[in-house]
């Protein structure tokens, strides 16, 4: 029992630990220019780690009811489906920098007197949304391989669920702390427009250099 408790405690840490990478950072990477500061960041990060918790929780769930394990081609699939988000999310981000770097130039006189922070308004509603569906994508994409680790160290559904619990609980604060410290440098950025655009290209552009590397070989397991 002493064992079993000390892996479950150790899920957080190990959520906290997994919050950081890469894809996971790339894609919220191209999400928090449109936060706010570290608050703004910080709740972006929260919510890509909620939807993220959400989504094994609920694998967990329904896999201990069937008895099974996630099929092969359904983990791939998972998995595919988070490399095809990267390549949105990528383009999307390039095409924000560039409209709002066209808006700046031919402009001027219709912009916000606030406008320096070059951002795009953005309802809350789809600041909320978009980077918890992001979260639910790539905690379907880990579900796999992180159930089937679970299940086999650890006995009863309640320690299983609780472990996955913790693990959420990690990640969600591994993530609103990388993406907090994000958005508090963009906001020091707010007044170097050029900087502020060149940093969500690059994003942009890394995020689809990501989808693209991992696209390839999970089609190939798919053909």
Known sequence: MPTTGLGIALGVLLGLRHAFEPDHLTAVSTLVGESHGLRGGALLGALWGLGHTIALVAVAVVLMAIGASLPERAAVAFELCVAIMLL???????????????????????????????????????????????????????????????????????????????????????MALASGVAGATLHGLAHAGRTRRAIAIAAGVLSIIVGIWWTIPLWLQLA
Do not use: E
Not at 104 to 118: G, K, L, Q
Not at 129 to 152: D, E, K, M
Not at 164 to 171: D, I, K, Q, R, T
């Open 88 to 174: 949105v999310l990528g383009v999307r981000a390039i095409l924000i920098a560039v409209r709002v770097g066209a808006s700046r130039r031919h402009d001027h006189a219709a912009r916000h007197r606030h406008a320096p922070t070059d951002h795009v308004h953005v309802g809350a509603r789809t600041l909320a949304w978009r980077p918890l569906v992001v979260g639910l994508v790539h905690g379907l994409a880990g579900s796999g391989a992180l159930t089937a680790i679970v299940f086999a160290n650890l006995p009863g559904a309640a320690a299983r669920i609780l472990y996955l619990a913790l693990f959420g609980a990690g990640s969600i604060g591994g």
